[in-house]
């Protein structure tokens, strides 16, 4: 309904702008000119509407990146167009990200110590599968969770993206530093010259 997209509109500008915690469920209908019984119809609280807008933030780049992700050469070689797709969709939305993949469980102190990696799972979950075929195709070091690299990739862009953008450092500077960085770390080892061989021979 339109009303849900305008309440997901006007979720995702002020929890931007103010943050989670400053926004209250009846700014969100004020910003997205609906009453606050409209946004009761479609959210159960302030924590839903902030989930949704989460997800959706997460599907979208899941989108922009999944062609990327399965790339015709293999998992390493679009490996740079996969980072540098990811900071060009921060780019275009900024803070988004940044607010969309936060731990859930900062939302709600007090409710327990386990965190909530929330909707970033997803994206995670994609990375993760494109790994764990390219390690099936050897194609990346095998014996690594596919799951524990992909949450890494993602955090190391990410603090990466956020000390780039402080320091004015360039994305064309960047994205080439951390696709050497995480191809480094999966690409598997080259085998060892037998004993007595020529390295140049060949």
Known sequence: MDSRRRLLEAAAKLFVERGYHATRPQDIAREADVGNGTFYLHFT?????????AEQACAELEAALEPLINHSE?????LEDVIDA???FGE???????????DLSILDPGEGDKPDIGPRNSL???????????AVRGEVVA????MIVAHAMIGMVEQAAAFAHAAGIPRDVLVPQITRLARSALQPPHPAAPAGADPSAG
């Open 124 to 134: 995670a979950r994609m990375v993760a599968d494109a790994i764990e075929r390219a």
């Open 143 to 146: 014996g690594l969770d596919p």
């Open 45 to 53: 609280d302030k924590r839903t509407i902030f989930v949704a807008f």
């Open 92 to 102: 275009a939305n900024p803070q988004v990200l940044k607010v969309a993949l936060m």
């Open 86 to 88: 990811s900071l060009r």
């Open 74 to 78: 293999g998992f390493l070689r679009g």
